[in-house]
């Protein structure tokens, strides 16, 4: 059959308005239901973490579609009595000629949006970046050779529909299981999803893969032509082995936990600038250009606090909590894990919000202090310890910011909202009146005040 005739006649073309025009909708609505355009193309933007986006609708209605047409030509096969009527034909190369335009809709359906995506971001692709598009596409191919096979011993109108509903339907549903995890993460739609600077392990995109690839492999065996008992021990050794390969695919994915298989993290350039504090920024997040005036906000900001009279450290690095990862590294005297990209960036505050982000990380008090307000024992320490802080703010000008995040925070705490935070800006209010050295005096009895009062210690 040339091509002009196959392309005629198979289902993947006449059936490709409707796909195509799903993939439309769902690229063009859902993709960007939660994020605008503008939001998307202002970053953070790494690309294998906007190919996992891109690809999380569309692995379940590739899978679906490859099945349902496979089952279609398989019974199309029989029908026509294809193999019987060229018995000297490999079986496996019939298959595949009538397979091909299955498959190329199948992969249609997840190469379109990667490739909408990237050019959307202007994002070059790696292999890093294309691994869970290839194999989302190994496994199109695997669910080719299973539709075809079920197209042999089913009925093709009855079945066609039925196992692309079924799939679809499975694979979606995998999202809901807690326990055990394993189909979660063999279903071929990865259940983790990528952070910024992240990548997928290659046991991560292998698992599933060979989980589904194991069954094909069962039924390409029972195409194959030999005489006598060797067919049988062939077709016998082959449901055996994709028995264990799956078994063992199943037993190391259910090691995994909820949205959490295997990725490798830290792999985003990064720019950085200066020493002590050397500012870094990640390369694609947003608001790189921005890298002096950032460091220059922190360099300031710092300055201004122990001229004031606050003790504050100056870390050897300042960095980007873009490029923590995952495993998220808790800040140390030498280095600050600061959101720089997203403060400095077109949505985040601008440089108010980068010295912010420096209160937050460099006034320390001598004890420690409850992670909540509802954890902590009684609530008095709240008027010293804030209007300290709120001093510390107003001093490098970032007390809008401060404000406005303990003032929702006291709304959903408090029932006197308002009056805690009348007390908190008149103490640090007055504190702002008194001469230079008086101030750092007060700073220093407010924060002896708030450790007293809390009743944790002094524990630094």
Sequence with gaps: MNLRTRLRTTPALWTAPIWLGIIGFYYFYALHFEDSYQEVVNGPLWAPEQVEVALSYFYAFAYAITLGLAVWEGGRLK???????????????????????????????????VAMRLIETRLVPTPAAL?????????????????????????????????????????VETVKYDDPTWPRHVSGQPDTSLGFGEEYGAVTLLVPFLFVAAPAATAAAWWIRTAGQGRWAIRGGAAVAAVGLMSTCAHAAGAWDIADGPVTSHHAAAR?????????????????????????????????????????????????SLLNGRDRKASSDTTWWLPLSRQAGQTGGGMTA???????????????????????????????????????????????????????????????????????????????????????????????????????????
């Excluded at 600038?273 to 710092?302: F, N, W, Y």
Aim: aromatic share 8%.
């Design 354 to 460: 980068v010295r912010y982000a420096v209160l937050r990380h460099s006034v320390t008090f001598p004890c420690a202090f409850p992670a909540s307000f509802e954890s902590a024992r009684s609530a008095d320490y709240v008027v010293n310890h804030d209007a300290a802080m709120l001093w510390a703010a107003a001093v490098i000008d970032a007390d809008r910011p401060y404000m406005a995040w303990r003032k929702g925070e006291y709304g959903g705490v408090f029932q006197n909202p308002r009056q805690v935070l009348n007390k908190v800006t008149q103490r640090a209010g007055d504190a702002l009146k008194l001469p230079a050295k008086q101030q750092a005096d007060w700073f220093h009895e407010e924060q002896a005040k708030a450790c007293r009062l809390v009743g944790h210690g002094t524990t630094s």
């Design 272 to 320: 950085c600038t200066g020493s002590a504090p050397r500012v870094c920024m990640a390369e694609t997040g947003g608001a790189v250009e921005k890298l002096d005036q950032v460091r220059q906000q922190v360099v300031t900001s710092t300055a201004k606090l122990r001229a004031a009279g606050v003790n504050v450290r100056m870390p050897a690095t300042v960095s980007d």
């Design 79 to 113: 029908r026509d009595g294809v193999w019987q009527l060229a018995p000297g034909r490999s079986r496996h190369r019939v298959a595949a000629h009538m397979l091909a335009p299955v498959v190329a809709a199948g992969w249609l359906v997840l190469a379109l949006p």
């Design 131 to 171: 691994a869970p598009l290839i194999m989302a596409m190994g496994i199109v191919c695997a669910y080719a050779v299973i539709g075809c096979a079920l197209g042999h011993l089913t009925p093709r109108m009855i079945s066609a529909p039925l196992s692309a509903v079924a799939v679809f339907y499975v694979i």
